[in-house]
């Protein structure tokens, strides 16, 4: 892939989208100036390479919805958050059923200012089935510690 788009800072996807793989292969491609990335499309591939690609080239990103399988994503989810410090908004889709304190506390053993947003079964009108949208924000305190 000979593609370079290095002022590209959104990237959204609500329906069909790339294969993963070429998907991971392109954001690699932003030199990490992305700061907005939403995939809206549950399906039920592996996303170990979007995980793995957004930590190494999105350090920026503030704002990210992606599919998560807590059985298979924990360590991978802790690995991007650790790497993306910058992230502010975190919206995670689960096929599985999710409870959000664990999550929660992944999030803020990271960063203590993380904090539970809300939750639904249904986002932008899109009924998702048995899964669930799980939604974090991370707040600025106001004094440094």
């Known amino acids: 892939m000979n593609l ?4 590209l800072e959104v ?21 990490g100036h992305l700061r907005c990335f939403h995939l809206k499309c549950p399906d039920r591939y592996s996303n170990e390479i979007l995980f793995k690609s957004i ?12 599919i998560f399988d807590i059985d298979k994503d924990l360590s991978l989810l802790e690995h991007l958050l650790r790497s993306c410090n910058e992230l502010e908004s975190l919206t995670l889709i689960s096929l599985n059923f ?5 999550l929660q506390k992944l999030l803020r053993m990271i960063d203590k200012n993380w904090k539970f947003k809300n939750e639904f079964m249904e986002y932008d009108g899109v009924q998702i089935g048995c899964g669930k949208w799980i939604e974090f924000s991370k707040s600025h305190s106001s004094h440094p510690d």
């Open 55 to 66: 930590a190494k080239s999105c350090p920026k990103i503030k704002s990210l919805v992606i």
């Open 11 to 31: 990237l959204k996807f609500h329906g069909n989208h790339p294969p993963l793989s070429i998907l991971a292969k392109f954001i690699e491609k932003t030199e």
């Open 4 to 7: 370079s788009c290095p002022l």
């Open 98 to 102: 999710l409870y959000q304190s664990p």
